[in-house]
């Protein structure tokens, strides 16, 4: 005798929102028939379309699912990137490139691996290429271990930190661009929100 067939669960549309850093704002939305399965799924998108600043449309930004309640599934930070194309325009004949990986842990105990690019006016030496690196950073760390979590995504994707890289930098040696072109957010995410609002709320 043939087994009755299981009757497949709708697949329902999920609206998707961005942390308080980026202004809760809707991202992609996301289909399921389960909201469970979507714990844990990332939302790509671009800083563009959050900022609304032509300038950010090179920037591709990460969101992961943290949790799904009331027919909304909210998101937290979980990496950046430049876009292939815009990373290969920064890179020009006759000038240094400057490549910095290191990770750095948040006030509050999030760690993150932090790709700085720096690009010079015109080739430096190795000396010079070593100092830049060694500014980055010294005031990358430091403001790390200042900064929560929340505070450190928000400088580092919207170019403060970069900034201040750049304007120490620069007396080293003439820099056309400093940025930050991936962050990797290394700590868990799913799982970690809960725990830090239950902490927050014992204090």
């Known amino acids: 005798m043939p087994k009755p067939r299981v009757k497949a669960k709708a697949k329902v549309w999920y609206p998707v929102y961005a942390p308080p850093a980026f202004g809760e704002v809707e991202l992609p939305a996301i289909v399921s028939d389960d909201p469970s399965k979507l714990i844990g799924s990332v939302v790509e998108t671009t800083l563009y379309d959050i900022t609304g600043d032509f300038s950010h449309i090179n920037i591709k930004l990460k969101f992961q699912i943290v949790k799904v309640e009331g027919g909304k599934a909210y998101a937290e930070f979980k990496g950046e990137e430049y876009l292939g194309d815009y990373l290969r325009s920064l890179v020009r004949r006759g000038s240094s490139k400057i490549d910095s990986i290191f990770d750095v842990e948040t006030k509050d105990g999030y760690k993150l691996r932090i ?58 040696a003439p820099l056309r661009h400093a940025g930050i072109r991936k962050i990797k957010v290394l700590t868990p995410l799913v799982g970690k929100v809960e725990k830090t609002a239950e902490e927050l709320s014992k204090l």
Request: glycine share 2%; proline share 0%; with cysteine.
């Open 115 to 172: 790709f700085l690019l720096c690009c010079t006016v015109k080739r430096i030496s190795r000396s010079q290429a070593k100092a830049i690196r060694s500014i980055g950073r010294k005031i990358i760390m430091e403001r790390a271990s200042t900064l929560s979590f929340t505070q450190f995504v928000q400088e580092a994707v919207l170019s403060k930190l970069a900034s201040d890289v750049y304007n120490e930098a620069k007396k080293i």
